[in-house]
């Protein structure tokens, strides 16, 4: 089942419960536009590659639409239409006022030179320029991006308009008019979100063992909130293997050997493979890399009680109604990893305000919106008995409805 097959199906799961017409369903089930264009990059070796760019928007219907830009080389269309529709539903989980996009680079990013990054992200920017805007589509990082790519495509866009335009795109580092508490939001959401979810159930964090399958900005961010709010991380992973160690893992030394090595293994504990990481003894698993981690095939041999998913789309829709039948609480992603595009809205905010708010307030308010957030989605999977993913579509999709009924008699 690719990405957006499964997307489209979270979106059918709901439509029925929510009423929706037939043609809401058909609109809401294609993104509005998706823009795909040829990005040539000039190698350092003297040879041209023709890359292909692509930038879906799902939706405007509550906003200029917001999401992040990935450069990998397992990119495709329909993958960047499931991310877009993806975040749709997350900014209207947590009520922020857009819509969603999500842009890609089908290229393997790591292996270029840092000359060659700076072209390809520029070349890509500049094929990108006439989709986006402040008002309009507003680009953040992804997987394989972050403060400097995002620089990079805000000095584009600043040329294009003729002048500085930080609000065009969030993520930025906070010396060009990023705002702090970014880098660390998605995985702090992650984190804020479980311990809401503990808190609810009024059971203690402390001492739980977690999982956590990726280890990037998000995955580095969740153990580290994690752990300080006292769980114990027993494993992490990144694409090129895993360590394991059941007393607990340095988290700070890890995300050090990660920096300085490129990976995650050879650090303290014993090896294991992504797959094996995935259906280790825990009680909280955190998929934190690419969809589709957990499927048909090894939802069943997962052990943890509670997924949090920090990665975009880590659970199929088969694997979802497995995990259900067994009881594993599974915090979506939708809920679990919106901390990101939130304080992506605050640092918006902050540019158009000509404004730089205190780390104490970003993370009081990101505190907030997950907070609050976390329980309007278990009151709605309460008073329905549905899962939490279904609870979060529930209330997301009839968001979104909501506003494009206000334009749109005809839908
Ligand atoms: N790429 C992140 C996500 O999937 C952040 C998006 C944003 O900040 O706009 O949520």
Wanted: net charge neutral.
């Amino acid at each position: 089942m690719t990405a957006w097959k499964n997307a489209q199906q979270q979106l059918f799961n709901v439509a029925d419960q929510l009423g929706l017409s037939g043609s809401m369903k058909a609109f809401l089930a294609e993104p509005e536009a998706v823009h795909v264009f040829t990005v040539p990059l000039s190698m350092d070796d003297g040879s041209t590659q023709v890359l292909t760019g692509i930038r879906a928007q799902h939706s405007f219907a509550r906003g200029p639409a917001k999401g992040g830009i990935r450069f990998h080389p397992g990119v495709t269309i329909d993958e960047v239409k499931a991310l877009s529709m993806w975040m749709t539903w997350k900014c209207a989980v947590v009520n922020i006022p857009y819509g969603g996009a999500k842009g890609g680079l089908i290229i393997d990013y790591k292996a270029l030179s840092p000359h060659e990054k700076e072209r390809a992200t520029r070349a890509y920017a500049r094929r990108l320029l006439p989709y986006i805007g402040p008002d309009f589509d507003i680009p953040a990082p992804d997987v394989n991006t972050g403060g400097r790519e995002m620089a990079w495509i805000c000095d584009e866009y600043s040329h294009y308009v003729g002048h500085p335009e930080p609000a065009v795109i969030t993520g930025k580092p906070v010396e060009f008019g990023g705002s702090v508490g970014r880098i660390d939001a998605t995985g702090r959401g992650v984190a804020l979100t479980v311990q809401r979810y503990y808190e609810i159930r009024n059971e203690p964090l402390e001492r739980k063992r977690v999982v956590i399958q990726g280890f990037g900005n998000v995955g580095q961010w969740a153990a580290r909130v994690l752990s300080k709010m006292g769980a114990i991380i027993i494993a992490i992973s990144d694409s090129k293997g895993g360590v394991h160690a059941e007393e607990g893992l340095n988290v700070e030394a890890a995300i050090e050997h990660k920096e300085q090595t490129g990976r995650v293994s050879g650090f303290a504990g014993s090896e294991i493979s992504n797959e094996e990481l995935l259906e280790l003894e825990c009680d909280i698993l955190a998929p934190c890399a690419l969809d589709g981690a957990i499927h048909g095939k090894n939802a069943r041999k997962v052990k943890a009680s509670v997924i949090a998913e920090g990665a975009n789309g880590p659970t199929t829709t088969e694997a979802d109604e497995i995990l259900q039948s067994r009881k594993v609480t599974v915090l979506p992603d939708v809920l679990a990893n919106a901390g990101g595009v939130t304080v992506s809205y605050f640092e918006w905010v902050q540019n158009r305000q000509r404004l730089a708010w205190s780390v104490h307030d970003v993370h009081q308010k990101l505190r907030d919106v997950m907070r609050a957030s976390t329980d309007d989605v278990c009151r709605v999977a309460d008073d329905k008995g549905v899962n939490w993913r279904i609870a979060a579509y529930l209330l997301a999709v009839e968001r979104v409805a909501a506003a494009v009924r206000m334009t749109r008699s005809d839908i």
